[in-house]
C-alpha cells in the first residue's frame, strides 16, 4: 500500500469510507483498531517511501504524525443533495495552478446540536482516469485552523454510492503535502467549506 501513489492513497481512504458508510454490524473498538492501524502504516511509509514530501533532513528525527485520538463522536451521519447541473470553477491552490473542479452537492449533518453543511466536488482531471469515476473531495477549514491543524485546512474523501445518507467520518482528515514541503501546490478549501466548529479529529499540523 502505497500513500504517496495517489492511486492508492484516494483508495485507501475511499475503502475506509465505504466501510463506514454502512451502520449495519459497526463495531466501535474495531473501528478505533483499524484507524490506529492504518495511521502507523501512513507513518511507516512516510518515513520509508521515496515518494515521501516529508523532507530528508526531517526524517532523521521523525517518529510519526500527529494525530486526534480517533473520536466516534466525529463520525457523522450526513444528509447527501446532489446537484442536478454541477457548476464548474477553477479552484485555488498554494501556486498558480488553477485546477478544474465541479461542486457536485453537499453534505448537511450535525454537531453539538447546530447544523453544518459541506460542499463535495469532483476535479474534473482526476475523475476521467481509470478508478477514479467516483472519487469526491472535501477540502475543509475549522476553527483548530493554525493553532492545533494545518492553517491550510484538511481534507476527506469519499466515494460515490447514490446513497442519500453517507458517514462524513472526520478521524479521516488528513494534510494536503503541503503542510510537510512548500514544494507541493494544493487546493485552497473554499469559503464555502469553513467550518465554524473546531473539529478535533484527524490529522494535526505537522510542526507543533
Request: glycine share 6%; aromatic share 14%; hydrophobic share 35%.
Amino acid at each position: 500500500m502505497k500513500f504517496f501513489n495517489l492511486l492508492i492513497l484516494v483508495i485507501l481512504f475511499a475503502s475506509i469510507a465505504a466501510e463506514a458508510q454502512t451502520e449495519v454490524g459497526f463495531d466501535r473498538s474495531e473501528y478505533i483498531s483499524k484507524i490506529r492501524k492504518d495511521r502507523q502504516q501512513k507513518d511507516y511509509e512516510m518515513l520509508n517511501d521515496d515518494k515521501s514530501p516529508i523532507l530528508a533532513e526531517e526524517k532523521v528525527t521523525f517518529t510519526k504524525l500527529n494525530y486526534y485520538k480517533p473520536d466516534v463522536e466525529f463520525r457523522k451521519e450526513a444528509g447527501f443533495t446532489r446537484f442536478d447541473q454541477a457548476t464548474h470553477f477553477l479552484m485555488k491552490t498554494s501556486t498558480a495552478r488553477l485546477p478544474e473542479y465541479s461542486i457536485y452537492g453537499v453534505l448537511n449533518f450535525n454537531h453539538m446540536g447546530i447544523k453544518y453543511s459541506l460542499n463535495v466536488y469532483q476535479n474534473i482531471e482526476l475523475v476521467k482516469k481509470p478508478g477514479f469515476e467516483k472519487h469526491l473531495f472535501i477540502p475543509f477549514n475549522d476553527e483548530t485552523n493554525g493553532n492545533e491543524t494545518y492553517g491550510g485546512g484538511r481534507f476527506l474523501d469519499l466515494t460515490e454510492t447514490g446513497a442519500d445518507t453517507v458517514i462524513l467520518d472526520f478521524n479521516l482528515a488528513y494534510n494536503p503535502y503541503c503542510a510537510y514541503n512548500h514544494k507541493y501546490s494544493c487546493p485552497i478549501p473554499p469559503e464555502e467549506n469553513n467550518l465554524k466548529i473546531e473539529v478535533k479529529a484527524g490529522e494535526k499540523k505537522w510542526h507543533k
